[in-house]
Nanobody, 123 residues
Framework: QVQLAESGGASVQAGGSLRLSCAVS????????MAWFRQVVGKEREEVAT???????SYADSVKGRFIISQDNTNYTLSLQMNSLKPEDTGMYYC?????????????????WGQGTQVTVSS
């Protein structure tokens, strides 16, 4: 079992930056896919960025060039650096883990989720 705990959410103005963190604890897996999702009330959850154990990252088109996902395997932390924030980036951001996954692929089932951290971007 993997436990995830997000932090770093806040209210910022458009054009600003935020860094979200996800503390990872519990079982350690050689292979995995970690991801950041976001959700706005009334809309479907959106996959924002993923990274696998090899460090291969991918991004939704809506955040490419603005967000950077990274992992610190020493401190077991997943991060999401968000730059040039836009009002449409507003939402609850969740950290998720698919333990044992060789790669991050579309439709991957994530078995572990954090409680979420709120990001609000005002214009």
């Amino acid at each position: 079992q993997v436990q995830l705990a997000e932090s770093g959410g806040a209210s910022v103005q458009a054009g600003g930056s935020l860094r979200l963190s996800c503390a990872v604890s519990g079982s350690v897996y050689r292979y995995y896919c970690m991801a950041w999702f976001r959700q706005v009330v009334g809309k479907e959850r959106e996959e924002v960025a993923t990274i696998d154990a090899a460090g291969t990252a991918s991004y939704a088109d809506s955040v490419k060039g603005r967000f950077i996902i990274s992992q610190d395997n020493t401190n077991y932390t997943l991060s999401l650096q968000m730059n040039s924030l836009k009002p449409e980036d507003t939402g609850m951001y969740y950290c998720a883990a698919a333990s044992g996954a060789f790669r991050c692929v579309p439709g991957l089932r994530y078995g572990s989720w954090g409680q979420g951290t709120q990001v609000t971007v005002s214009s």
